[in-house]
């Protein structure tokens, strides 16, 4: 791009987005505003998503840079853009138990770690809220703390229909997503497919909250 590859790749957006700036290089007539409008669109979509800085601290005036984030995807293996979608999926209030170490697993693009620790960590609360042996584990830990009518976790004010449909979506999730990672390696290809597992466990993981919260209430008194 030009001047804007010089000094370490910054840029200026007032300079880039000048019509002047690129002379024999603008489009002539009735393209020319089309044109730059595309381009100052494009400026503006970089840096809302943090692909280029407000200003560069080494310059005066509003030059900006490549930001760490914009450097990661044009140097990513896979698909930067889909790396960019999948990430943005994930800018939310992610439960607690697994914000830190999901973001710091997909900063480096360990994808599947991030999935299995997401799901590890549903698992991990089911056992606790439970209170299950620690050889409890997977599906066969579902299926006990939520069984209709019988599990510690079910609820007894749901109809068992419900009560069932609840121990299956524990149960699908966690055996379809976090016990293969745990007996053999799982490639996660497609970011986006990761980032939906994240935010399965996320919801698993908030409705665990509300169950514990009903453990917790010892109801009205008698």
């Not at 007539?29 to 998503?49: C, K, S």
Request: proline share 6%; charged share 25%; glycine share 8%.
């Amino acid at each position: 791009m030009g001047a804007a590859e010089d000094a370490g790749q910054h840029a200026s957006r007032n300079l880039v987005t000048n019509r002047n700036w690129w002379g024999d290089y603008e489009p002539m007539g009735q393209l020319a505003e089309p044109f730059m409008r595309a381009l100052t669109e494009a400026w503006d979509w970089l840096y809302l998503h943090g692909l280029v800085s407000g200003a560069d601290p080494r310059q005066q005036g509003d030059w900006a840079f490549v930001t760490r984030r914009g450097r990661a995807l044009l140097e990513a293996q896979d698909d930067g853009l889909a790396r960019l979608r999948a990430q943005r999926r994930l800018d939310v209030d992610l439960h607690p138990l697994i914000a830190a170490r999901v973001r710091a697993q997909w900063s480096l693009a360990e994808y599947e770690a991030a999935a299995f620790l997401a799901m590890r960590e549903v698992e991990c609360r089911v056992r606790d809220l439970a209170n299950a042996p620690a050889a409890e584990i997977g599906v066969r830990l579902v299926q006990s703390a939520f069984k209709a009518g019988e599990g510690p976790l079910s609820d007894p004010e749901l109809e068992a229909g419900e009560q069932q449909a609840t121990m299956a979506l524990f149960w699908g999730a966690i055996g379809v997503f976090k016990n293969p990672i745990s007996h053999r390696p799982v490639a996660y290809d497609n970011p986006t497919i990761a980032s939906e597992v994240v935010l399965v466990a996320d919801l698993l993981l908030r409705m665990l909250e509300g169950v514990a919260e009903r453990l917790s209430d010892p109801g009205p008194p008698e």
